[in-house]
């Protein structure tokens, strides 16, 4: 695991010198019917890196007592000037790389038809979170 150690203190620098980029307002995204965003690219912040880990790594780089023995995936971007880290669930994990590398939203219900319930919750989150930076038409 501690290979993973690096990758991740990479991916926090690759943050930090990032492109900024404004969010999305979660009002443009909630005036798109469905059927619309359906058929839209999402586009991410340049900041966002999704890195698969060894979850000791991340507790070790967290100071975290109880490191897992498992696999994670982490998005990990930035606000402002902090670094931030989330663990994603394997389904929300897949979603996000799909969308990230061109997948519509319908692309994506394809590929992953159980994403279909979360998508919307999803969606909220990453454009609260600021990883969502704009929608265009695929």
């Known amino acids: 695991w501690m290979a993973d150690v690096p990758r991740l203190e990479w991916a926090r620098v690759e943050a ?5 980029a404004p969010p999305l307002q979660p009002e443009r995204l909630a005036a798109l019917t469905p059927e619309r965003l359906a058929t839209m690219q ?4 340049p900041a966002l890196r999704l890195l698969s880990v060894a979850s000791a790594a991340l507790a070790w780089l967290r100071s975290d007592r109880a490191p897992g023995r498992h696999r994670v995936t982490v998005a990990v971007s930035r606000r402002g000037w902090q670094v931030v880290e989330r663990v994603l669930g394997r389904d929300e994990a897949r ?3 799909l969308l990230r590398d061109g997948c519509t939203l319908a692309d994506v219900i394809r590929l992953v038809p159980a994403s279909a319930a979360h998508l919307g919750a ?7 979170d600021g990883l969502v930076v704009g929608v265009e038409d695929a």
Do not use: G, S
């Open 95 to 97: 979603v996000m790389a």
């Open 122 to 128: 999803w969606l909220q989150t990453w454009t609260t």
């Open 16 to 20: 930090t010198m990032a492109p900024a």
């Open 42 to 45: 999402i586009h991410f912040a």
